[in-house]
């Protein structure tokens, strides 16, 4: 049995903002979406995926 089993492996994402470096969480189907901007909870900046100073995909 697994540590964490709330835990569910293959369904987080995160993207990491190019402008203030804050790391957040992101649903699978925008980043699948080409013609949606993210927009970074921590400091609202816009930005597209393939922008993302870094994505973790799962």
Not at 28 to 51: E, K, N, Q, Y
Request: glycine share 6%; with cysteine; aromatic share 8%.
């Amino acid at each position: 049995m697994s540590d964490a089993p709330f835990e569910k492996s293959g369904n987080a994402n995160w993207a990491q903002c190019p402008k203030c470096d804050h790391w957040f969480h992101v649903a699978t189907t925008l980043l699948r979406m080409t013609d949606v901007d993210l927009i970074c909870p921590g400091c609202g900046h816009s930005f597209a995926s393939s922008d993302a100073k870094e994505l973790l995909e799962h």
